[in-house]
């Protein structure tokens, strides 16, 4: 019997892994697999340990392993191989298939496309805080529990929207800003830059801009800066992340905020993390059956 485990990094904010549990249980609807487990990294649970664990106890005697990563960084290329190098010594008669992460594919710079298409103005933007309160587990490690937010489930915005652009947005260009979290690696960041070549050849928006959360450049800030110079009149900006984890919950709000307040006659539009989106079921599928294809 085969089973399929979704490996992923975890995060510490409360409902972080709630796309990722939804894709599962799609997966599981669809039945391609008997067995469709979780297994983190860090900070959730079930660990991946844990999953082999359920797989094993199931019956399971094939594992395909898919990374629920946009870039095949670190955590794919190291910490990976050395999770399952602890996993086939203590299973040694369960075998295990690897599939690649994500990476590239137009089902990704679709579901960008669809972010975009549902993007919020700012007094929205603290949607990803609010939906943490309805998964609070209580927990003292998460980024809201020290402001009491969390246990009190009284999360509120304190950001008002800012003024429209002053020119006619009918006749005037919008621009879209894939955030992406960076990688220090070249070779990781190219399935981003993939994307974007895409989503430029496409044509949906006559602009399409990257800003870095962190280790490349151009950050966010100064991408929204050369967007508005470029003269866009809208900017919808998208993360190009898999979870709901504090940076997309905090730290892009606030960068993008801070940009907000700089040019204040250009709206900013902030659209749901990718990962939210049911395409990525679809991918994940499809690098399982890869995985399990191969010898």
């Known amino acids: ?40 990294l860090n900070y959730e649970r079930p660990t991946f340990a ?17 990374p629920y990563f946009l870039v095949p960084g670190r955590f794919v290329t190291r910490d990976l191989p050395q999770q399952l190098s602890d996993m086939r010594e203590a299973h040694p008669s369960l075998q295990f298939h690897v599939a690649p992460p994500l990476g590239y594919s137009e089902r990704i710079a679709e579901s960008i496309l669809e972010s975009a ?16 309160t309805e998964f609070c587990e209580n927990d003292p490690g998460c980024p809201l529990y ?7 489930n009284q ?17 005037s260009p919008s621009a879209l800003l894939i955030m992406a979290h960076g990688s220090p690696r070249a070779s990781s960041n190219a399935p981003l830059w993939e994307v974007v070549l895409h989503l430029r050849e496409r044509g949906d928006f006559p602009m399409v801009g990257v800003g870095f959360l962190d280790c490349n450049e151009p950050n966010i800030p100064d991408a929204v800066d050369a967007l508005t110079a470029q003269g866009a009149c809208r900017i919808v900006a998208v993360p190009y992340f898999l979870h709901g984890g504090s940076h997309v919950a905090e730290d892009l709000p606030a960068l993008l905020s801070q940009s907000q307040e ?23 599928e499809e690098r399982a059956e890869f ?3 191969r010898p």
């Open 50 to 66: 844990e999953a082999v664990d359920r797989c094993a106890q199931a019956g399971v005697r094939r594992a395909v392993v898919v």
């Open 146 to 152: 020290h402001i009491g937010k969390c246990i009190e």
């Open 1 to 40: 019997m085969d089973g399929l485990i979704l490996f992923s990094h975890g995060s510490l904010l409360c409902g972080a892994g709630a796309a990722l549990q939804e894709h599962a249980a799609r997966l599981r609807a669809r039945n391609r697999f008997p067995v469709v487990e979780i297994g983190y």
């Open 262 to 284: 700089r040019h204040r006659n250009v709206p900013i539009l902030l659209g749901d993390y990718i990962g939210r989106s049911p395409l990525l079921t679809d991918l994940l």
């Open 291 to 293: 995985a399990r294809s």
């Open 117 to 132: 298409r549902g993007a919020l103005p700012r007094r929205f933007w603290d949607r990803i805080l609010r939906e943490a």
């Open 155 to 171: 999360y509120t915005a304190a950001v008002e929207d800012m003024p429209s652009c002053r020119a006619d947005e009918s006749r």
